[in-house]
C-alpha cells in the first residue's frame, strides 16, 4: 500500500467517524421532531421513550464484513415486554435513520479524497 492511499485510508477514516458522529448528533437532537411520528396513536408513551429509542442506535456494525451505519434500528422494549414505541414511529422513524444512512454513504468517495464514487467505480479494474 503506497503512502498516499495510506494517508487517505486515516484521514478519510477520522473524516467518516466525525460525520457519523455528527448524524448521529442531529439525530438525537432532532428526536422531537422524529417521535412520535406523524401517524403515532399512542403520541404521550412515544413522546416519553423517544430519547431511550435514539440512544438505543449504535454508531456502527460489522455484519459479514460489512459495516452498517447507525445499526441497531429494531423494536425496543420495556420490561414487561410491550415495544416502546408504536408500530407507525417505528417505521417512520427508521424511514428518517435511513435518510442518515444515504447521506454518509453519498459522502465517503469525498470523505477518502475521491471526486465521485464514479471515480472509485473507474479505479476497480
Known sequence: MSQEVRHRCIVG????ISVIKQCFHRAV????NMLPGSTCHRRERCSK???Q???????????DGAMTIFEGIKHQF????????CNECHDEFSIRISAFQEEIWSMLPIL???????VLQDLDV
Open 13 to 16: 477514516r477520522d473524516k467518516l
Open 78 to 85: 420495556d420490561e414487561r415486554g410491550r415495544p416502546l414505541v
Open 29 to 32: 437532537i432532532k428526536y422531537s
Open 49 to 51: 421513550h423517544a430519547v
Open 53 to 63: 429509542v435514539v440512544s438505543g442506535l449504535s454508531l456502527w456494525g460489522v455484519d
Open 112 to 118: 477518502f479524497g475521491f471526486d465521485s464514487w464514479d
